[in-house]
């Protein structure tokens, strides 16, 4: 018989986050929920008596570095030490995880975080098989207890879950319906960030454009925009993720007249296909689609766009995929994330013929790689000789450069021979100044601190 786990002995935690930004500002809450608890963070599993993985189950290859984690430490489960499946893939297997990994003692789902502290207790108490599955559609998850990882960026959750059915995609089967948060919490969040010295925020959804204010005041996602850009002490905000079938012009208007909203929008398109598009139940055009970019490259601002490409959908032919092509080149992505097609579970497209080989996803994966990097190669050259201000995240001693990323979400790394000890990222970290540009590559730039310069 195993004897119960004594409080003093679950004192300790450690957590590792997989996938999106989503996950890691759940990770965020998750942590401020389990430090009110009384736990202590340590930074090795090995250390830990309770570990926790907040996992993401929109690839594969996602899922299976979780299982692989969990393998890793099976001989080390028993009386000292518990283990939790968090976020996606646990709502997603439920409690076949206690099949596939039987050490496994806590199975939840981000939309039972709120219940984490019953959760905690019941696996204080002894309870060896602990679930929060349960997709609550009445409410988001929102704790006064986040710990906020980066110093200089916070993450705001504005909208949960998904009301699209996108053929190969299992979020509304892990996260539930969409659900907004009332434009006065996003507001008095956002507004209490300053108070902590905070200058930059993200607003975070799975679709954050579908953002509707279920409260009277009834703002859509521009006006939320609009307003948090206003807010006294915000320098930039950043929102992601969009939706095309939602994106809308009043979002472009909105970053055009307030220099607050960064001039980056992230546009997932998935396919230049038409006919792939239908397949995926995207819900738009490759045509629609290019209304929406043809309204950023009008803007008086320049936006940087970014998106995401499925290769190898079933049924996507080589004329299908020439379309993708042809879509980056018109377009000229600032970057793209890229991934082959993978079967995911409760997903339409399983039931869909025509299935891609294996090594033909690699194939079309690699050729749509090496025209994206000679296309950002393109794109990034342009910014030698000009200044970009930069938010500046820290310092590298390897490189003996500052870390910086500009409005545009580009990586900036600088120096200034007037400042070369490391310890003056201590002085500019989380500040804004202006660097001239110098050199380029295809993921970042490079350049030196402009002589004249400001920081704030």
């Given at each position: 018989m195993t004897l119960p786990v004594t409080i003093d002995r679950m004192k300790t935690f450690y957590i590792e986050t997989f996938g999106c930004q989503m996950n890691a500002h759940d990770s965020e809450k998750v942590v401020g929920t389990l430090l009110q608890q009384g736990y202590e963070r340590v930074e090795s599993p090995e250390q830990?008596?309770?570990?926790?993985?907040?996992?993401?189950?929109?690839?594969?290859k996602a899922e299976q570095k979780v299982f692989s984690r969990l393998q890793q430490f099976k001989r080390g489960a028993g009386k000292d030490k518990l283990f939790g499946v968090l976020g996606c893939v646990a709502q997603q297997e439920g409690e076949r995880i206690f099949d596939r990994a039987p050490h496994v003692n806590l199975v939840a789902g981000s939309a039972s975080y709120t219940k984490l502290p019953e959760m905690l207790v019941q696996l204080e108490t002894g309870n060896r098989r602990v679930t929060g599955l349960d997709l609550d559609t009445g409410e988001t998850f929102d704790t006064p207890f986040t710990r906020r990882d980066n110093p200089h960026r916070a993450y705001i959750t504005i909208i949960e879950g998904c009301d699209k059915a996108c053929a190969y995609c299992v979020v509304?089967?892990?996260?539930?319906?969409?659900?907004?948060r009332t434009s006065e919490s996003v507001m008095r969040e956002a507004k209490s960030l300053t108070e902590l010295g905070y200058t930059e925020i993200q607003l975070l959804g799975q679709n954050v454009n579908s953002y509707r204010d279920p409260s009277p005041h009834a703002w859509d996602f521009a006006k939320l925009l609009a307003n948090a850009g206003a807010i006294p002490g915000i320098r930039r905000v950043r929102f992601t993720t969009s939706h095309p079938r939602d994106f809308v012009k009043s979002i472009v208007d909105a970053i055009d007249e307030n220099p607050a909203l960064c001039n980056h929008v992230h546009l997932p398109v998935q396919s230049g296909s038409t006919s792939v598009l239908s397949r995926m139940q995207r819900l738009y055009s490759r045509d629609e689609y290019m209304r929406r970019i043809e309204w950023m490259k009008n803007a008086r601002r320049d936006i940087a766009i970014t998106t995401d490409i499925i290769v190898?959908?079933?049924?996507?032919?080589?004329?299908?995929?020439?379309?993708?092509?042809?879509?980056?080149?018109?377009?000229?992505?600032?970057?793209?994330?890229?991934f082959k097609y993978s079967k995911r579970p409760n997903t339409s497209a399983l039931q869909l013929e025509d299935q891609i080989p294996e090594d033909e996803k690699t194939r079309r994966l690699m050729l749509l790689q090496e025209r994206q990097r000679a296309i950002q190669m393109r794109r990034n050259g342009r910014y030698v000789g000009k200044t970009e201000e930069v938010h500046v995240e820290g310092y590298n001693v390897a490189t003996g450069q500052w870390i910086g990323r500009t409005s545009q979400n580009k990586t900036l790394n600088f120096s200034d021979a007037a400042l070369p000890a490391p310890r003056e990222a201590e002085t500019l970290g989380g500040k804004y100044t202006n660097v001239l540009v110098t050199r380029s590559g295809p993921n970042s730039l490079a350049g030196e601190r402009a002589r004249e310069v400001y920081v704030q």
């Amino acid at each position: 018989m195993t004897l119960p786990v004594t409080i003093d002995r679950m004192k300790t935690f450690y957590i590792e986050t997989f996938g999106c930004q989503m996950n890691a500002h759940d990770s965020e809450k998750v942590v401020g929920t389990l430090l009110q608890q009384g736990y202590e963070r340590v930074e090795s599993p090995e250390q830990a008596q309770l570990v926790l993985y907040n996992t993401c189950s929109i690839r594969d290859k996602a899922e299976q570095k979780v299982f692989s984690r969990l393998q890793q430490f099976k001989r080390g489960a028993g009386k000292d030490k518990l283990f939790g499946v968090l976020g996606c893939v646990a709502q997603q297997e439920g409690e076949r995880i206690f099949d596939r990994a039987p050490h496994v003692n806590l199975v939840a789902g981000s939309a039972s975080y709120t219940k984490l502290p019953e959760m905690l207790v019941q696996l204080e108490t002894g309870n060896r098989r602990v679930t929060g599955l349960d997709l609550d559609t009445g409410e988001t998850f929102d704790t006064p207890f986040t710990r906020r990882d980066n110093p200089h960026r916070a993450y705001i959750t504005i909208i949960e879950g998904c009301d699209k059915a996108c053929a190969y995609c299992v979020v509304p089967f892990t996260r539930g319906p969409e659900r907004s948060r009332t434009s006065e919490s996003v507001m008095r969040e956002a507004k209490s960030l300053t108070e902590l010295g905070y200058t930059e925020i993200q607003l975070l959804g799975q679709n954050v454009n579908s953002y509707r204010d279920p409260s009277p005041h009834a703002w859509d996602f521009a006006k939320l925009l609009a307003n948090a850009g206003a807010i006294p002490g915000i320098r930039r905000v950043r929102f992601t993720t969009s939706h095309p079938r939602d994106f809308v012009k009043s979002i472009v208007d909105a970053i055009d007249e307030n220099p607050a909203l960064c001039n980056h929008v992230h546009l997932p398109v998935q396919s230049g296909s038409t006919s792939v598009l239908s397949r995926m139940q995207r819900l738009y055009s490759r045509d629609e689609y290019m209304r929406r970019i043809e309204w950023m490259k009008n803007a008086r601002r320049d936006i940087a766009i970014t998106t995401d490409i499925i290769v190898g959908f079933p049924g996507e032919t080589e004329a299908d995929f020439h379309q993708t092509m042809q879509l980056a080149e018109e377009i000229e992505y600032d970057s793209m994330f890229i991934f082959k097609y993978s079967k995911r579970p409760n997903t339409s497209a399983l039931q869909l013929e025509d299935q891609i080989p294996e090594d033909e996803k690699t194939r079309r994966l690699m050729l749509l790689q090496e025209r994206q990097r000679a296309i950002q190669m393109r794109r990034n050259g342009r910014y030698v000789g000009k200044t970009e201000e930069v938010h500046v995240e820290g310092y590298n001693v390897a490189t003996g450069q500052w870390i910086g990323r500009t409005s545009q979400n580009k990586t900036l790394n600088f120096s200034d021979a007037a400042l070369p000890a490391p310890r003056e990222a201590e002085t500019l970290g989380g500040k804004y100044t202006n660097v001239l540009v110098t050199r380029s590559g295809p993921n970042s730039l490079a350049g030196e601190r402009a002589r004249e310069v400001y920081v704030q």
